[in-house]
């Protein structure tokens, strides 16, 4: 459906035209003066500059040619020129029923379907999954449906860390350990063993042990990299004890982002773009784009117009060895060999940025992508807990998400069993839905580039603007239609039927719903899943004002009451397909 702020936009260029005024001075917007009016335009203060009149003249022809039209309830030109606008209920009443008629409530699926490709989550193997991961794989997964939702063809990729020193850290720690187990025997050529020889438990204590233990013994760290080196060039041991390393991680990893209810269509690691690698640097020599600089291989990627150094992208180390940028190059060649994607979205901690901005021009450069293939980095910041660090558990170790969620959902739990009399385990699943939305609201409620701080106190409320607050008015919604139906009332092609004026707050209710398909438009064009939030924020609240305002099941007048129930009716679907986009459901019951 064509938004509002376009229907009004085209009646204010052609009364500006009929005018003789040029079109692009009806330019409408939101009112920032809601007590005056809904829209409003400020196009006369412009055109009076250039046409060398005063602007309230103009304003007042243009308001002659407009304050008729059906649309309208009122246009007002006021000093020094403004013009005040609001929409008729008749005309939004129509737009309403239109929206709970229309697919998406009206929400228009974008003119051209691009395929995207977003790489979120990028969690590391053999690492547990903590709260820095939390954010990419949230901020993902939203824009991921948020484009579906506009119609694109997404796929999402969680892109593994899987290529590093932490796999020879392991391995080394392995051979320290059970130095008997065949992978370490090199005259071993059978089969090796199914099963693995740790746990997932095992191997998160195994990695950080590793990990310290190098950093105190250089000896232990060359040998780690020496293991790197060898399972990088095909060591078959070696090979096979990472297979079961990343089997036992990614069903962990698995495991856990299903309780965050993310779901990737893609599983590739950094190891897949490994065999993209030579025939890039062999193409990048010779079309003279990678030289020798110190040994290593490297492309310059500065450019004039730079404030600050850019320093080249480094491809090769000096010993030949390659490098997380090398990774991401030969990503980006697979990418677009298997998929040719016309945007690929980077959503990755906002410390990479410069890292980024390098990677992509040097595959612009060198063009590895096609002029109309567009890189973004979606950088976040960091979430940080209320001493404004960043998050740690009580007793400041890394808080492993399992643990997080685990919190959230036993908060949730006691919250929920102190309203009311509820069957435990109706409770805990409540918790979960709800605690789940606690976190993700929590988070993406923020501008994402912005560090935040993690309240659990804060986003467990169901007042104010949280996620339990949102689901609280779905539930109210859908209990009062259940009430409705339960007295007989049917809700199937429902339709508004009467509004009347001196209900401001059932018309703010509409006006507030039909900005539906503008919001999620720009939000996704943005990749500003907040501005989702913000809007679905406003309109719970304008909700919870019309509610406790209005009679809704004990209005007399039958006609009122059905237009009633059928703003109740998109309202709710609104704020349903709005959670849905940002990843999260709602409960049945409270
Ligand atoms: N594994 C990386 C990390 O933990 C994030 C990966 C981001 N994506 C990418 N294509 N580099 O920092």
Not at 372 to 385: C, H, P, V, Y
């Amino acid at each position: 459906m064509e938004k509002i702020i376009d229907i009004i936009t085209k009646e204010a260029a052609k009364a500006f035209s009929d005018c003789g005024y040029e079109e692009k001075y009806g330019m409408i917007s939101v009112s920032n003066r809601p007590d005056l009016c809904e829209y409003q335009c400020n196009g006369a203060m412009a055109a009076a500059k250039a046409y060398k009149k005063a602007p309230i003249m103009i304003a007042n022809e243009v308001v002659e040619k407009l304050k008729d039209k059906e649309i309208f309830s009122m246009v007002e030109a006021v000093m020094p020129g403004f013009i005040n606008i609001k929409l008729s209920l008749e005309f939004l009443k129509t737009y309403m029923n239109d929206m709970l008629n229309t697919e998406n409530q009206g929400c228009e699926k974008a003119k051209e379907a691009k395929t995207i490709m977003i790489d979120y989550g990028g969690p590391n193997v053999a690492k547990p999954l903590h709260v820095g991961h939390l954010r990419s794989a949230i901020i993902g997964e939203s824009l991921k449906r948020m484009g579906r939702f506009m119609g694109h063809k997404v796929i999402g990729d969680v892109h593994l860390g899987d290529w590093g020193l932490q796999m020879g850290l392991i391995i080394t720690e392995m051979k320290k350990r059970q130095p008997e187990l065949v992978y370490f025997d090199e005259s071993y050529t059978g089969e090796y063993p199914p099963e693995a020889p740790f746990t997932i438990s095992e191997l998160e204590e195994i990695y950080p042990a590793a990990s310290a233990y190098s950093k105190e013994h250089p000896e232990y760290k060359e040998e780690a990299m020496q293991a790197t080196y060898l399972l990088q060039h095909g060591n078959r041991g070696y090979q096979a004890l990472w297979n079961h390393i990343l089997e036992v991680s990614v069903n962990d990893l698995k495991k856990n982002y299903e309780k965050l209810n993310v779901e990737f269509d893609l599983w590739k690691k950094e190891s897949d773009a490994q065999p993209y690698i030579p025939e890039m640097v062999q193409y990048m020599k010779d079309n003279g784009y990678a030289y020798l600089s110190d040994g290593a291989l490297v492309v310059d990627v500065k450019e004039e117009k730079d404030t600050k150094e850019i320093p080249p992208c480094m491809i090769l180390k000096s010993d030949g060895a390659s490098l997380y940028n090398t990774t991401d190059l030969a990503t980006i060649v697979e990418r677009m060999k298997l998929f040719r994607p016309d945007e690929i979205i980077y959503v990755v901690d906002k410390r990479q940025e410069l890292y980024f901005e390098q990677v992509f021009r040097c595959a612009r450069k060198t063009k590895l992508v096609e002029e109309d293939t567009s890189l973004r980095f979606l950088g976040f910041g960091t979430m940080n807990g209320k001493d404004g660090k960043p998050f740690k558990t009580r007793a400041g170790g890394v808080m492993r998400l399992e643990h997080l969620i685990g919190e959230i959902n036993e908060e949730m739990f006691q919250k929920i069993t102190q309203n009311h009399e509820v069957e435990e385990n109706e409770a805990k699943d409540t918790a979960k839905i709800v605690g789940l939305s606690a976190i993700k609201y929590g988070d993406l409620s923020n501008q994402a580039s912005k560090d935040y701080v993690f309240d659990v106190e804060r986003f467990t409320s169901f007042e104010g603007n949280t996620g339990p607050y949102i689901l609280y008015t779905i539930v109210r919604i859908k209990s009062i239609l259940n009430k409705y139906k339960e007295q007989g009332g049917s809700i199937e092609g429902l339709q508004a039927v009467k509004l009347d004026e001196t209900n401001e707050s059932a018309k703010s209710l509409v006006l507030e719903a039909a900005r539906f398909n503008g919001v999620i438009e720009n939000a996704f064009a943005e990749l500003a899943p907040h501005k989702v939030c913000s809007y679905i924020y406003n309109l719970a609240n304008t909700f919870n004002h019309f509610y406790h305002e209005t009679k809704i099941l004990a209005e007399e007048d039958e006609e009122k009451k059905e237009s009633y129930i059928a703003l109740l009716l998109l309202t709710e679907k609104i704020l349903e397909t709005s959670i849905g986009v940002l990843g999260f459901e709602a409960a049945e019951r409270m």
